[in-house]
């Protein structure tokens, strides 16, 4: 490392000091914690995205957010190349830097770590860093030290692209490497052509049944909302109505947002009574995450929930129709690639009836352990491959050679056979692939494609949440003396320590009807995730109870204590 860089990187450092006393971790969602002790972790961050950016030669983004958490919260996260989170080798190196108590003991790390990874920090090599931030008060003062942790490194250049949704970085960072326009008008006319191309291929007869084509959308008073204020100018055969879009004075993800309203099934604030039977939508804080809902009755604040898995049944359902009429006729004349591996990706949390329901209507379901990563390398092997969680974060991934065959072969089918069934089959799945965000979940892009595919079939709200009951469920946590002492496998369906406790709880989801119950360590505190399922609430939430009680036996600290 030259002089001049290891003189600029610790008068930078020097200026931020680390929080005393507080250990932070880069997981899925990057580093998050209260906004006042980020300032530091920031910093860090904006080098650390100016190494990825020369070392993979690319363009990386940085995006500040604390997505669901409340607005007192904030968080930093880098987003990779392909448009995808940080690579998980780099993981454990952003929890050391961050963590670094002394601009000495920083500066050590990074002159290891920058001849481990062969990073020329010689100011030759450029470096160019897209940034932003959700709506978020102490947004702008934690971009500036982004910018100046950014600007410690020789030849890095930082952009600041200003308020975004965090799915729009993803696909900024994502197309600018593809070498593709990557600007946000760039990305709100791919998604409203894609969804007007969609509209125009809705076959004759559902086009006349006269749906509602009304959607009422909670904004979580974030930047979803915002942003969805501008998209729904370029729809025509759409109508949203967004609410709690940050004006109103509503504070971020209060009572609002995918996250309050999947976990609470009751209404967000900004909906009524009068809201009986309408189509009702929520994003999340930084639009990464949606869920469907409409209000059954007018004398209660409960909610009809379609979730994640919902969503993810009703494009796998689409996908394969769309499929077996691309393949239905002619096929002898058509190579291997017309017939797709299309996979569904889901974890152990995915409601059990939705899985079953999958299976049932033949595909092919894939189980990972928890978290958006799993999913996404997953999905990722597949032709097409689709992910959800129930929280509402997941999208549909497309294989670069599948999509080439597709262009082709619909080349083809336009000349010999332009307006065929098939033809329009192949036009709906290259529209979906431009349509859908390919780098992470983005409520905004599946909101449209939800809504052109209920279009497409003529279906209500009601008649889509009636694909499948959902199992009733419950889910605990259990205060253990040491999480690391559960190893799981199968996908975390599985313990195989300590031993003995798998046993006793297969014992125990015997005594159930439809019992289904795994455990899980949490990535960040000491407890122990309990999930159970049953064919009533009541036996759920009885098999939970036992399941933790089993679950304290073995690891509680009344085990330590015997």
């Known amino acids: ?9 610790l008068h930078s450092s020097s200026l931020f000091s680390p929080p005393q006393g507080v250990k932070l971790s880069y997981g899925t969602a990057g580093f998050r914690a209260d906004a006042s002790i980020l300032k530091s972790t920031v910093h860090r961050v904006g080098i ?6 020369l070392k993979t030669q690319s ?8 997505s669901h958490n409340k607005v007192t919260d904030n968080g930093v996260k880098i987003v990779d190349p392909s448009g995808g989170m940080l690579t998980q080798e780099w993981e454990p190196f952003a929890d050391q830097l961050a963590n670094a108590q002394t601009p000495e003991a920083f500066l050590s790390l990074m002159t290891e770590f920058v001849e481990k990874e062969q990073i020329p920090l010689d100011g030759v090599q450029s470096a160019e860093i897209l940034l932003g931030r959700d709506t978020r008060p102490s947004g702008e003062s934690l971009l500036e030290a982004a910018k100046q942790g950014i600007s410690s490194i020789l030849g890095a250049i ?16 994502r197309a600018r490497n593809k070498g593709m326009k990557a ?18 291929l809705i076959p004759n007869e559902t086009k006349s049944s006269k749906m509602d084509n009304t959607v009422v959308v909670d904004g979580a008073d974030g930047v979803g909302g915002e942003k969805l204020e501008v998209l729904k100018t370029m729809l025509t055969s759409l109508v949203i109505e967004v609410r709690n879009t940050g004006k109103g004075g509503g504070l971020l993800n209060d009572g609002v947002g995918a996250d309050y309203v999947q976990k609470e099934k009751v209404v967000p604030r900004g909906f009524c009574s009068n809201d009986v039977g309408l189509r009702c939508a929520s994003l999340d804080g930084d639009a990464d995450r949606l869920v469907y ?4 009755t007018n004398s209660s604040r409960k909610i009809d ?16 129709e769309q499929l077996s009429i691309l393949t239905k006729e002619g096929t002898e004349n058509l190579n291997n690639n017309s017939h797709a591996r299309l996979g569904v990706i889901q974890t152990a949390y995915a409601n059990g009836a939705s899985t079953d329901y999958l299976k049932q209507s033949g595909l092919e379901v894939i189980f990972t352990p ?13 032709d097409i491959g689709i992910y959800f969680e129930a929280n509402g974060h997941g999208t549909i991934l497309f294989s670069e050679s599948w999509l080439s065959w597709l262009e082709a072969r619909n080349n083809e089918l336009g000349f010999a056979s332009e307006g065929s069934e098939q033809q329009k089959a192949a036009l709906r799945l290259l529209s979906v692939s431009k349509l859908i965000n390919q780098a992470v979940g983005d409520a905004l892009s599946c909101l449209l494609l939800v809504e052109v595919i209920l279009q497409h079939k003529g279906w209500s709200i009601h008649k889509w949440n009636e694909l499948y009951q959902d199992l009733p469920s419950r889910q605990l946590k259990v205060k253990v003396v040491d999480r690391t002492a559960v190893a799981t496998t199968n996908a975390e369906t599985v313990a195989i320590s300590p031993p003995g406790i798998q046993e006793a709880i297969d014992a125990e989801t015997a005594k159930y009807p439809r019992g289904r119950c795994f455990i899980r360590p949490s990535g960040t505190e000491d407890v122990i995730r309990v999930y159970a399922e049953a064919s009533t609430q009541e036996a759920a939430d009885s098999l939970a109870g036992s399941v933790a009680k089993i679950v304290d036996r073995f690891l509680g600290f009344s085990s330590s204590q015997q």
């Open 1 to 9: 490392m030259k002089e001049e860089q290891r003189l600029l990187l």
């Open 59 to 66: 363009v990386v983004g940085l995006m500040i957010t604390a």
């Open 305 to 320: 929930l379609v979730d994640g898995d919902k969503i993810l049944s009703l494009f796998a359902l689409f996908i394969k």
């Open 48 to 53: 650390l995205a100016a190494l990825r950016s």
């Open 158 to 173: 930082a952009l600041d692209l200003g308020i975004l949704t965090t799915p729009q970085l993803h696909w900024m960072v």
């Open 370 to 382: 928890t978290g958006v990563k799993h999913l996404h390398e997953k999905a990722a092997q597949f």
């Open 183 to 200: 600007t946000e008008p760039a990305y709100f006319e791919q998604i409203s052509s894609s969804f007007r191309c969609l509209v125009d």
């Open 293 to 296: 809902f409409s209000v059954p």
